[in-house]
């Protein structure tokens, strides 16, 4: 079946709604009221439903292009010389990027158990480039070989969810992700 192009009006509706979500997403976390999201990009409430059947098909539009940067991250990464620092390179980016609006990292780690969901769009090639980067690690001997993506997509998340808890400790992050790495080893 081909999708037939928006028409120009459609289009921009789309581009207004994600902008003034993206902006609302980050100013009041993914749990931002949608009617506001719909108000204040000058269309109403079916609208957006139309182009976003749900909250997370919308934080799936948002995200994309930050997903798209991750993976082609991931793509440069694979011939890092260091394996494991290339993976944590990677995981750091990942951590950085969900503490971008508030509520990703709880929604990611919902997600993370249900293929069906729209995030998992997200998450699935997510999971791919992470295995890859952690494949190299391990066959490096830098992690140990009882780690999966799944576990690190699980650990980035919750990180990324405690530094959120904890915006006064800008550092937070990185000492839970030091002291992660540090089980990861063989």
């Known amino acids: 079946m ?16 994600l902008g003034v979500a993206r902006s609302a997403f ?5 749990d931002a009221s949608l009617e506001d999201v719909a108000k204040r990009a000058g269309v109403g409430i079916g609208t957006l439903y139309r182009h976003f059947p749900n909250r997370q098909a919308l934080m799936n539009a948002i995200f994309q ?24 390179e990677w995981l750091r980016a990942i951590i950085t990027h969900t503490g971008e609006y508030r509520g990703v990292a ?8 249900d293929d069906s969901s729209a ?5 699935v090639p997510m999971r791919e480039a992470g295995s890859a980067l952690l494949e190299r690690a391990q066959l490096a001997g830098s992690v ?15 990180i ?6 904890a915006p006064d400790d800008p550092q937070l992050a990185d000492r839970l992700l030091a002291l992660t790495l540090r089980g990861l080893k063989p």
């Open 65 to 88: 292009s930050e997903v798209d940067v991750l993976l082609a991250r991931s793509r440069e990464l694979l011939d890092a010389e260091q394996p494991c620092t290339a993976l944590v």
């Open 160 to 165: 990324a969810l405690a530094a959120e808890q």
């Open 106 to 113: 709880r929604a990611l780690m919902s997600a993370s158990h």
């Open 119 to 123: 995030l998992a769009q997200c998450s």
């Open 26 to 30: 980050a100013e009041h976390g993914t």
């Open 2 to 17: 081909t999708t037939r192009p928006m028409r120009a009006d459609a289009r921009r509706n789309y581009e207004r709604l």
């Open 144 to 158: 140990r070989v009882d780690v999966t993506i799944g576990d690190l997509m699980q650990l980035t998340n919750a």
